[in-house]
């Protein structure tokens, strides 16, 4: 059982930059590749961007490809998104995922524990 909380969010003019964390419970985090998805109001939960156990591997959406980057500590459990660049269409929750597994997926349904997610609201 994983248990996922995500911080960071917050209201951030177009341009800018904030940084989601995502602190995961249990001592096998690093077991686990994990995930950043998001949803808008009245959309589907899309992916963001996934990174492998061990944070060799990562993977983006086109859409935050050489905007956003995603990284972890394993010693502290957390995974974090940095996002810079920000665009009001970048308005969305974020929720953190996790799936134990070695290898990276894009799919919602691929993954076993979510966040609560954290509003980001970009403002033009």
């Known amino acids: 059982q994983v248990q996922l909380v995500e911080s960071g969010g ?16 249990g001592r096998t985090f690093s077991w686990y590749a994990m995930g950043w998805f998001r949803q808008a109001p009245e959309s589907e939960r899309e992916f963001v961007a996934t990174i492998s156990w061990s944070g060799g591997r990562t993977y983006y959406a086109d859409s935050v490809k050489g905007r956003f980057s995603i990284s972890r500590d394993n010693a502290k459990n ?13 308005t969305a929750v974020y929720y953190c995922a996790a799936r134990r597994d070695a290898r990276l997926f894009v ?14 609201t970009v403002s033009s």
Not at 107 to 120: A, I, L, P, R, S
């Open 10 to 25: 917050g209201l951030v003019q177009a341009g800018g930059s904030l940084r989601l964390s995502c602190a995961a419970s």
């Open 78 to 90: 957390t995974v974090y998104l940095q996002m810079d660049s920000l665009k009001p269409e970048d």
């Open 107 to 120: 799919d919602v349904e691929k993954y076993d524990y979510w966040g609560q997610g954290t509003q980001v």
